[in-house]
């Protein structure tokens, strides 16, 4: 593996100097920005981010403003107490995309936010306290108490956020296995912690955010 400002220099290469480059970056939002989020707003990403999952993103975006109307603008206590009939009503709304067991996902992320609320005073202190660090233990309590948030549904939905994080994407992918951090798709969880300890040494070399260095990797690839 090497030092970040040799990936660095591939990426300034690559996109025609710093200045070029700094414009493709963006920077997450602080904890305190974080904590300001209002629970809806985190529900409603999720539900996004899941009905992103296999299916053309343009598509989901372009009918949002009608889930948003469907869902009572993702009210988290509302969302969890949802009746079998009001999911079936939506199942008869051509306005949004009627998917089951994901609009079902929702009313169980709902009721997953209720629990994070009771634990940390809302949801959004828990995303904003858990450590950069540590962000795959992060990814692994969402798949294991969230609803289809594995693969990297979670990872979209905490970058979309704001929270400083890293995206598994193909490009990223391929620039850990060219470092030699991993081997393969990172599906592990031996690779995980291998892909953590790699950008935790990274922000350490470069000062530099989870965020930041997953897209330079990503513009250090040949796509």
């Not at 100097?17 to 920077?27: H, N, P, Q, T, V």
Request: aromatic share 8%; net charge positive; hydrophobic share 45%.
């Amino acid at each position: 593996m090497r030092h970040f400002d040799e990936i660095h220099a591939v990426a300034l290469n690559r996109k025609g100097g710093a200045k070029a480059l700094e414009k493709l970056l963006r920077k997450p939002k602080s904890a305190a920005a974080l904590r300001k989020i209002p629970d809806d707003r985190w529900l409603s990403s999720m539900t996004k981010n899941v009905f992103r999952a296999g299916f053309v993103w343009r598509v989901v975006e372009h009918k949002w403003a009608e889930f948003e109307r469907v869902f009572g603008r993702f009210d988290v206590h509302g969302v969890a107490y949802l009746s079998d009939e009001a999911i079936e009503a939506m199942l008869e709304d051509p306005a949004i995309i009627r998917h089951r067991r994901k609009l079902l996902a929702a009313r169980e992320n709902a009721a997953f936010l209720l629990e994070l609320a009771a634990e940390h005073g809302s949801a959004a202190t828990y995303f904003a306290n858990f450590p950069r660090e540590e962000f795959v233990d992060l990814l692994d309590d969402l798949k294991k108490r969230a609803c289809r948030m594995g693969g990297t549904s979670a990872q979209y939905f905490l970058r979309e956020m704001g929270k400083d994080s890293f995206i598994l994407s193909r490009d990223v992918v391929a620039a850990l296995k060219r470092e030699k951090v991993i081997d393969g798709a990172a599906n592990s969880k031996r690779d995980r912690r291998a892909v953590q300890d790699a950008f935790n040494r990274w922000c350490e070399q470069s000062g530099r955010s989870l965020t930041e260095i997953s897209r330079i990797l990503a513009m250090s690839i040949e796509s």
